[in-house]
């Protein structure tokens, strides 16, 4: 592999002017409108209807806006949103504990490990307090008290009380309120829904995004789309691991494509790997389950102390209980007495792989214990299975083990992914009239994202921000005919499309689209995992490229291209995650630092932990597409702090 | 770690206007510790190697919280364990030289796509017509100005927990619908903010819900024992009393 990589042009975010705290109210006070009665003329493409894209097409069918909604689903209500559990942040200060704005922003900014920009963060700290009135206006039944009012629990990152919660279904309620939303427009007839549909590429016309191509998941058909603006709305990229706890059908091609286009990337290489999930229990496994990390709150961490020991365990010689304290290492609370089992999501994570690294972790080697039996003790078996009852049947469903007489064993897995799209202020990527919303997008959680902000940046982007920026860009835009598509970029692309889908039912290879997806998933979470070195990171970026051209010579694809086939579906999105894989491990490389979940062996503390390198590296690595996955070009955007000072994170 | 030897049962239905029939096969080396749909993964990956088409089904979250996958094993809708779906489902349920019967839901307003996978849009035009409270982006009050009980607020998430995977239709010998749509029906009379809309919303529901071709409700209780979110049938009784008012007050019903 080469080593120089071309460095392209900095780019700007276009953050406004004035204190941080006037930014977004002067910005939308100025910014451009588009007539209400021209709004009608406007046809707006989004992709995806998780809590970004329901909300947006709700809030622009409401304001006028006509409106094409497009899922890969069978119904706009199975976007992955609907499987976030913990809650949503709101800075509603209901809990009288000096909550504010300025909080919840300086929260994010230093979760994120100062890799955000302060404009962007700010606006979703204001917006995160309608977002609360709006869904509690549309009978999202949250969580309350006895005298009414809306309940709240604490998060990780924070020492507030401002997360909002409808049970562990937090997500699944707060999306199904954004579905209604937008069905309440398809009803009017302002949103017309299409499902079952993927994109598969950008159509462009005089460099604007003006339309999309499309896969009818049921029947195969190719099909064209017109419109004025194209809001992608897609979600994140951490299949690109194979195992994740995303949904299986998440993907990163709508995104991809849309690279490939033009549109810059973001900070591939930020992705979360959340501590506390269900470990693998072979290789046919399919995906990991997330179990809230409240648990950590009474459940305690260990392995043996010594390696023999381990082995023990994991031949099932001996049982966890028979292990003498003394033989115990509880690592968190060694190693970070202050915090002990709550540290961060980043810390907790990389400590397990640690541990097993040295041989001393337990079930397949890859595990490590979290224990109740303390918690039970302390607190009785009633008051456990009042806390955590529900986890526990999850996990007893799962595993086959009751977690009251056995530890639960956990490892880390990849969750979400900071990086996406790069974005300006009004949410707009590099590719004039194309956005970016949600997950999909890089632009709100730097190189952490704290818990319980997902749900907050999804429905911020949808409800109160493209509603205003929109307009900026289409009051100067003639609207289009959305029943034309007889431009030729619309026919081009089609073709390169259909050629590209049968290119990969012509293989007839030999192995199949879950084999590559597994192996590439391996060395992602091998090289490009919880903690990287240059070396690793060299060998991955020799090994995607080799293990892409493999792929495009010997993948089998049973069936046709002319119906529903879900091998050909994941052949394409497998096809970009190798692409993908490689652009994050070259972001990997290229970032010296680390940085929240980017965590570079070479740049630690003496206390192993993250350490920055501010003075190079305080940017966001925005990849342009050069016609190789393998060279692309890099634009900086530099982040300026002018309201917050940048320290080391420490949690002894 | 010992495998099972099993024989699966499986609909296979190339599209919606071809016949279907079952296809039997057999398949080993699987673990006690594989998901149900694992299982039909492995079936899949050697099908694929020995250059015969997959069976096709359809999932996603595999948590058991988005709905997508649903299954009739063996009779019953998302398998023998009480408040699990499908993905849910593991095979230490099964033992080595079990008989495993494989369909897809069965309803008039589910049309088969391909062998196992079904199409539920007629639930997205259920809604449509007022699974929803009509309030536009940015009018909403501040949340604490409504205080909304803590029990009628427990009870309307217990109604709004519903996944819409559809194992109600499928176990219901009617294929009524009734369950899903009484479960969103139930979620806003709990609530004060669905007040405005209550009547309209679920006359409108119901003559969707009988306009797609889904059956009456007859009381079998069937969907209640199949609902891996355990959706109560009462809200199936809320419903019908707020049919009820509502067909009176409209005119729609006279006596």
């Known amino acids: 592999m080469s080593n120089e990589i071309k460095i392209g042009d900095p780019i700007q975010g276009h953050t406004p002017d004035g204190p941080l705290a006037d930014k977004w109210d002067h910005y939308k006070s100025k910014i451009k409108v588009v007539n209400p009665a021209n709004k009608r003329k406007y046809n707006v493409i989004i992709i995806g209807t998780g809590l970004a894209g329901a909300s947006a097409a709700s809030s622009l069918a409401e304001l006028g806006y006509n409106v094409k909604s497009f899922c890969i689903q069978d119904s706009p209500r199975r976007a992955h949103s609907i499987a976030a559990q913990g809650g949503i942040n709101a800075a509603k200060n209901y809990q009288n504990d000096g909550d504010s704005i300025w909080r919840l922003f300086y929260d994010t900014i230093k979760g994120g490990d100062y890799r955000s920009r302060e404009g962007n963060v700010h606006r979703l700290a204001q917006a995160s307090v309608s977002i609360i009135d709006q869904c509690v206006a549309q009978g999202v039944p949250f969580a309350r008290d006895y005298g009414g009012l809306l309940a709240n629990r604490s998060f990780g990152g924070a020492l507030v009380s401002r997360t909002f919660y409808a049970r562990g279904q937090t997500g699944q309620q707060l999306l199904l309120g954004a579905y209604g939303s937008m069905m309440r427009q398809v009803e009017t007839g302002k949103v017309t829904l299409y499902t079952y549909r993927e994109m598969l590429d950008l159509v462009l016309v005089d460099g604007h995004a003006k339309g999309v191509i499309i896969r009818n998941l049921k029947t195969g058909e190719i099909e064209e789309h017109a419109g004025d603006a194209v809001l992608l709305c897609s979600g994140g990229y951490g299949n690109a691991y194979f195992l994740s706890t995303n949904a299986m059908n998440s993907n990163v091609t709508a995104a991809w494509r849309c690279h490939k286009r033009g549109a810059y990337f973001a900070n591939p290489c930020y992705t979360q790997i959340h501590p506390t999930c269900i470990p693998v229990s072979g290789e046919y496994q399919s995906k990991l389950t997330l179990m809230s990390e409240s648990l950590r709150n009474d459940g305690r961490v260990w392995v043996p102390k010594t390696k023999e020991m381990a082995e023990k365990v994991r031949k099932e010689e001996l049982h966890p209980a028979e292990i003498a304290e003394a033989d115990r290492d509880y690592y968190l609370e060694r190693r970070y007495p202050t915090f002990g089992n709550l540290v961060p999501r980043d810390v907790a994570s990389r400590n397990a792989k640690v541990v097993c690294d040295e041989g001393r972790g337990v079930g397949s080697g890859l595990a490590v214990y979290l224990d109740f039996a303390d918690a039970i003790k302390r607190l009785g078996k009633d008051v456990v299975e009042d806390r955590y009852g529900n986890l526990f049947e999850m996990y007893e469903r799962i595993t086959g083990e009751n977690p009251y007489e056995r530890p639960m064993r956990i490892f880390p897995a990849v969750h979400y992914t900071m990086g996406g799209l790069w974005v300006d202020y009004n949410l707009m990527t590099s590719i004039p009239g194309l956005y970016a919303l949600g997950e999909a997008n890089f632009s709100d959680h730097g190189a952490n994202r704290l818990g319980a902000s997902a749900l907050m940046q999804g429905l911020a982007d949808g409800y109160f921000v493209i509603p205003y920026t929109i307009g900026d860009y289409l009051a100067a835009q003639k609207p289009v005919d959305a029943k034309d598509t007889s431009h030729a970029a619309f026919k081009s692309a089609r073709e390169e499309i259909k050629a590209q889908l049968d290119k990969l039912m012509n293989i007839k290879g030999e192995k199949t689209v879950l084999e590559f997806h597994r192996e590439l998933g391996l060395k992602m979470w091998e090289y490009v995992g919880m903690s990287r070195t240059a070396e690793g990171l060299a060998k991955a970026l020799e090994e995607i490229p080799k293990l892409r051209e493999e792929f495009w010579t010997n993948v089998r694809i049973p069936g046709t291209g002319d119906e529903w086939n879900k091998n050909l579906e994941f052949a394409a999105r497998v096809a970009d995650f190798m692409e993908l894989g490689e652009l994050m491990a070259r972001d990997a490389y290229e970032r010296k630092e680390s940085c929240g979940g980017h965590f570079r062996e070479e740049y630690q503390t003496d206390e192993g932990e993250a350490l920055r390198q501010d003075e190079q590296y305080a940017y966001v690595a925005a990849w342009e597409y050069a016609g190789n996955p393998s060279t692309p070009v890099l634009h900086k955007e530099e982040l300026n702090f002018e309201n917050v000072e940048l320290t080391q994170r420490s949690y002894k | 770690m010992s495998t099972m030897n099993l024989t699966l049962k499986i609909w296979r239905q190339p599209s919606a206007d071809t016949a279907g029939k079952m296809h039997t096969y057999e398949i080993g080396g699987i673990t006690e510790h594989m998901s149900f749909l694992e299982m039909l993964d492995v079936l899949n990956e050697k099908l694929i190697k020995e250059g015969k088409d997959p069976v096709e089904f359809d999932y996603d979250c595999r948590e058991g919280i988005c709905g997508t996958c649903g299954l009739m094993i063996n009779g019953l809708a ?178």
């Open chain 2, 78 to 255: 998302h398998g023998p364990r009480k408040l699990t779906a499908t993905c849910q489902l593991h095979m230490r349920e099964y033992k080595d030289g079990d008989t495993i019967v494989i369909e897809p839901w069965r309803a008039d307003a589910f049309p088969v796509i391909k062998d196992l996978v079904v199409d539920r849009g007629a639930f997205d035009r259920i809604v449509q017509k007022g699974g929803y409270i009509s309030i536009n982006t940015g009018n909403a009050r501040d949340a604490n100005e409504l205080p909304i009980g803590k029990v009628d607020a427990d009870l309307s998430f217990d109604a709004a927990a519903c996944i819409g995977c559809a194992a109600c239709v499928a176990a219901c010998p009617n294929a009524s619908a009734s369950l899903f749509v009484s479960a969103k029906i139930a979620q806003y009379t709990y609530l004060p903010q669905g007040n405005p809309e209550r009547g309209r919303r679920v006359l409108k529901m119901v003559q969707q819900m009988d306009d797609e071709g889904f059956g009456n409700c007859s009381n079998h209780g069937e969907c209640e024992a199949v609902c891996p979110q355990g959706i109560s049938i009462q809200n199936i009784a809320i419903m019908r009393r707020e049919y009820m008012k509502a067909a009176f007050k409209s005119g729609t019903l006279q006596v």
